[in-house]
């Protein structure tokens, strides 16, 4: 089946630092891939649509220079949170969804902001 | 009124017992059903993936979509300790965005 992986799986941070989380679709290609925030026993909250070769979709909220979204290539989107602070805490998960309509996750990136 | 609504448990049954989770939703457009599990500290795992209305099994998995009564099922037979987890609804309309709608998320117990 379909794989979407995602790098690192758990990251420390100093407040104040910036954190890139990578998300790569693994045997296919994507040209939309999406960024969701987990908070503990919540669901997942859409942050926003990373597209290939255009500028990310973000939700009404959601900081756009706060968290960067980069589509690099048809495999690859990374979220960036800049400045991380605590209230950033959080398990970000990336999906992909492939031509027929499934959407595959991938296994979740846990930042703890010190 | 929320467009995708699902209880959020704890659900707790008896090891082989018949689960049943539900999920409703209030836009008729929605034509993509899915399903996941999600194990604590995990991303979720897709179980399940429906095209419009009907049934679909797989395994001890059975996903059923009632697009008249927008209402979706997820049945889970002979259940396991190890399905102990939060299952997932997701749902989309033919749109060509995949933007999927989630519910809250059923925790589920399976007591050994």
Request: overall charge positive; aromatic content about 12%; charged content about 20%.
């Amino acid at each position: 089946g379909a794989v979407v992986s995602q790098h690192p799986s758990r990251v420390i941070c100093k407040s104040g630092t910036s954190v890139k989380i990578e998300c790569r679709s693994l045997d296919f290609q994507a040209t939309t891939m999406f960024w969701y925030r987990q908070f503990p026993k919540k669901s997942l909250m859409l942050m926003a649509t990373s597209n290939e070769g255009s500028k990310a979709t973000y939700e009404q909220g959601v900081e756009k220079d706060k968290f960067l979204i980069n589509h690099a290539s048809l495999t690859l989107s990374t979220l960036t949170v800049t400045s991380a602070h605590p209230e950033d805490s959080s398990f970000y998960i990336c999906s992909a969804p492939r031509g027929g309509g499934e959407q595959f996750f991938g296994p979740g990136t846990r930042l703890t902001v010190l | 009124q929320k467009e995708v609504e699902q209880d959020p448990g704890p659900l707790s049954v008896p090891e082989g017992a018949i689960v049943s989770l539900n999920c409703t939703y209030s836009n008729s457009a929605f034509q993509y059903f899915m399903w996941y599990r999600q194990y604590s500290r995990k991303g979720p795992e897709l179980l399940m993936y429906t095209y419009s209305s009907g049934n679909k099994e797989d395994g001890r998995f059975t996903a059923q979509v009632d697009k008249s009564s927008k209402y979706i099922s997820l049945f889970i037979r002979d259940s396991q300790p190890s399905d102990s987890a939060t299952y997932l609804c997701a749902m989309s309309a033919l749109s060509g965005t995949y933007k999927y709608i989630f519910g809250t998320g059923t925790r589920l117990k399976v007591l050994a």
